[in-house]
């Protein structure tokens, strides 16, 4: 398809566990966010890669938390030692750059559980 | 971090009706966009806005950039059952890269 996907979309971990969580952006989109959404809220950036290179990781809530876009287009997130806490839906975006780069592509998300 | 509050929190209304929404802000930013998500699936983009004072219209859908540019507004004409679902503003300043989501508006449409 041409949109975001992500995979996978549903993950159950037990506390302690490491998870990575992929995303494949839009073809030919440099930019692309990672967000993290508890239930009833609304998207919280986590961090933001321009081609390969993760320009700012400054809404990473910890340093469990890690992503990388080594080649500047598919995305890990990964998180180790996952807690009850970071129970959430992880949404990735992409766009382009310039004005479009305000023009975000949503994938469905990874709905991650931690029990 | 920068705080957007929305209002109301949840809508219940006839098909129909008009509907509106508003997104505030305690900082002031370059750029509002206004999204809806459906359950299950991410945000999808309805309206950009640029500039201050900028009204904008997407079919049923119309948008204001505030003056004050602490502000958006979201209006909705004639709604429809598929326009259930969450609403949610954005906003960025253009020094950053990080984008700022509201709490959402919750719109359920009684056929």
């Known amino acids: 398809g041409a949109g975001v996907s992500q995979s996978p979309r549903y993950k159950v971990a037990k506390r302690g566990q490491d998870v990575a969580l992929r995303c494949d952006p839009i073809s030919g989109h440099v930019s692309l966010f990672w967000y993290q959404q508890a239930l009833g809220q609304g998207p919280e950036f986590l961090t933001y890669f321009q081609n390969e290179a993760q320009l700012d990781k400054s809404g990473l809530p910890s340093d469990r938390f890690f992503a990388e876009r080594p080649e500047g287009s598919v995305s890990t997130l990964k998180i180790q030692r996952t807690q009850q806490e970071d129970s959430a839906v992880y949404l990735c975006?992409?766009?382009?750059?310039?004005?479009?780069?305000?023009?975000?592509?949503f994938g469905p998300g990874t709905r991650l559980t931690v029990l | 971090g920068q705080q957007l509050n929305q209002s109301p929190q949840s809508m219940f209304i006839q098909e129909g009706e008009d509907v509106s929404m508003n997104c505030t802000s305690s900082s002031i930013f370059n750029t509002w966009l206004w999204y809806k998500q459906d359950p299950g699936e991410g945000p999808v983009l309805l309206i950009a806005?640029?500039?201050?004072?900028e009204l904008t219209s997407n079919g049923r859908l119309t948008a204001q950039f505030g003056i004050t540019r602490k502000d958006s507004f979201l209006n909705i004409s004639a709604s429809i059952p598929s326009d259930v679902g969450i609403y949610f503003c954005a906003g960025r300043v253009n020094t950053g890269n990080q984008f700022y989501f509201g709490t959402g508006t919750s719109l359920t449409v009684i056929p």
């Open positions: 975006a992409s766009s382009l750059a310039g004005r479009e780069f305000n023009e975000q592509f």
């Open positions: 806005l640029y500039k201050a004072g």
